[in-house]
Antibody
Framework: EVQLLESGGGLVLPGGSLRLSCAASGFTFSGYAMNWVRQAPGKGLEWVSAISGSGGDTYYADSVKGRFTISRDNSKNTLSLQMNSLRADDTAMYYC??????????WGQGTLVTVSS | DIQMTQSPSSLSASVGDRVTITCRASQGVSSSLAWYQQKPEKAPKSLIFSASNLQSGVPSRFSGSGSGTDFTLTISGLQPEDFATYYCQQYNSYPITFGQGTRLEIK
């Protein structure tokens, strides 16, 4: 059974940093690209970042480029998102999602990030 | 960036009804279009990929069509569990973009 468990969310001051993790199980982690997608309170879905199965290719939304870094450790079946220079508009539920055929086909339950003073 | 526009933004329907949600891309995305269902306080669930292919386990009352810039999601014979918010997403090119969502409510 595929499982994705996000962690690392919390309350952080504007300008601060946070590192999100997503623990994967139930599938061959290195064989699949992974994504981060976020959802601000009461708003729609916003794609944040993606990484290839090998980790060699990464992609970012313009809104986070230069501030966020996606990475993965295939030996530990873990996806990460390092978030720096956080702003109030980064406040959202952050979901990790496994890709199949370029489409996020399975999503974790999310971890909430709140950026506030 | 490719803009995805869904219509309507909200929709009221009854159990048993047939409903259609449309999604329009600001430029062609071939068939690289997916649909998701999201219920309150839950993670999105993938329904359809490649515009018309059902994910495993998705009931056959869901169907998708279209290519290029215009796409539709149809639910034939609404069930109580179908009342949710639906999003389209293009994955033809980065950045991946979503529609703003269509909220399907019980009439």
């Amino acid at each position: 059974e595929v499982q994705l468990l996000e962690s690392g969310g919390g309350l952080v001051l504007p300008g601060g940093s946070l590192r999100l993790s997503c623990a994967a199980s139930g599938f061959t982690f290195s064989g699949y690209a992974m994504n981060w997608v976020r959802q601000a309170p009461g708003k729609g879905l916003e794609w944040v970042s993606a990484i290839s199965g090998s980790g060699g290719d990464t992609y970012y939304a313009d809104s986070v480029k230069g501030r966020f870094t996606i990475s993965r450790d295939n030996s530990k079946n873990t996806l990460s998102l390092q978030m720096n220079s956080l702003r109030a508009d980064d406040t959202a539920m952050y979901y990790c999602a496994k890709e199949k055929g370029e489409v996020p086909d399975f999503w974790g339950q999310g971890t909430l990030v709140t950026v506030s003073s | 960036d490719i803009q995805m526009t869904q219509s309507p933004s909200s929709l009221s329907a009854s159990v048993g009804d047939r409903v259609t949600i449309t999604c329009r891309a600001s430029q062609g995305v071939s068939s690289s279009l997916a649909w998701y269902q999201q219920k309150p306080e839950k993670a999105p669930k993938s329904l359809i990929f490649s515009a018309s292919n059902l994910q495993s386990g998705v009931p056959s009352r869901f169907s998708g069509s279209g290519s290029g810039t215009d796409f539709t999601l149809t639910i034939s014979g609404l069930q109580p569990e179908d009342f949710a918010t639906y999003y389209c997403q293009q994955y033809n090119s980065y950045p991946i973009t979503f529609g703003q969502g269509t909220r399907l409510e019980i009439k």
